[in-house]
């Protein structure tokens, strides 16, 4: 893994590091899609989260990272919730009603948002590679997904597209938020206390949403507590760790291109694991969206 701190981040670590977040982060629909089959979603979220929270700090305080202070558990708490909750919490929310393609067509709004707030702030517009990078990446989830988007005709479709709206947004205010919080200098207690933070809002909102009478051990599948589990580990400690030192380093429309190549993984996966075909229209959509991250990448400046 990337060191949360240090000097200017080289171009390998990087690229190292979008590597983990293409691949992990793609498969995390799946995996969420499996857990939640005996699990209620946001409580599911919330051990997720707590889970790997406590683990990575106790590691770190193992280390000896000095105990945060109460300013860093402040800001942890807004960006926990922001990233969390509001982000994740209404992905695994409105998964149960929405096929995995449409959730992640309305993900890849992130990186708009992210340019957004960074043209807002710097009053500065982003490169022109940037802004074409941006527009080929949706081409390309467009022709992705749109043959996937079937009406089903489910009432809670509706809203379960509001709340992934609502969590494009929330994610993109808290990656916004932890680019200048104040949080300790260790990138990996960081993580841990927004999990924990995080975490321990999901459990309220579950609870106070009756997903705690849901909750029923004997009920709960083997196949829900391993992809709880990979959540946890994979996509939790080591993703997110690296996300957050990604948000350090580089750019946010640079950090954000994960919204752009998970659906590529997502389809990918699918057809290895489920026998899902893989037709000639998946294959140039991967191209087209392969093409707009390059685009990104070369527009980007890391800090």
Not at 79 to 99: K, M, R, S, T, Y
Not at 112 to 135: D, Y
Not at 179 to 190: D, H, K, V
Request: net charge positive; charged share 10%.
């Amino acid at each position: 893994m990337p060191p949360a701190s240090g000097p200017r981040a080289s171009t390998g670590r990087i690229a190292l590091a979008l590597f983990v977040i293409y691949l992990v982060w793609g498969s995390t629909y799946l995996a969420i899609r499996i857990a939640i089959d005996s699990l209620p979603p946001l409580l599911m979220a919330a051990t997720r989260f707590l889970s790997a929270g406590i683990l990575l700090f106790l590691w770190e305080r193992a280390r000896g990272t000095p105990w945060p202070s109460a300013a860093h558990w402040r800001s942890a708490a807004v960006v926990g919730g922001l990233l969390l909750l509001g982000g994740n919490g209404l992905v695994c929310w409105a998964q149960q009603w929405v096929p995995s393609g449409l959730a992640a067509l309305v993900i890849a709004m992130v990186p708009l948002w992210m340019v957004l707030f960074e043209t807002v702030a710097t009053r500065a517009w982003p490169s022109g590679r940037v802004l074409a990078g941006l527009g080929i990446g949706f081409t390309g989830l467009s022709l992705l997904v749109a043959p996937r988007l079937g009406v089903t005709g489910d009432a809670r479709q509706g809203p379960a597209v509001a709340a992934l709206l609502g969590a494009t947004l929330s994610w993109s205010l808290g990656s916004y938020r932890a680019r200048s919080a104040p949080r300790p200098a260790s990138g990996l207690m960081a993580a841990a206390m927004q999990m924990i933070c995080g975490g321990t809002l999901l459990v309220g909102m579950g609870l106070l949403l009756g997903e705690g009478p849901r909750v029923r051990l004997d009920t709960i599948s083997r196949a829900s507590i391993l992809a709880l589990a990979y959540l946890s580990l994979i996509g939790s400690i080591l993703a997110y760790s690296c996300y957050m030192w990604l948000l350090e380093v580089s750019s946010a429309a640079l950090a954000t291109t994960y919204a752009f190549v998970n659906p590529v993984v997502a389809v990918l996966l699918g057809y290895a694991i489920l026998g899902e075909p893989l037709t000639a229209r998946t294959l140039v959509a991967a191209a087209v969206i392969v093409a707009g991250v390059a685009l990104i990448t070369l527009g980007r400046k890391v800090k």
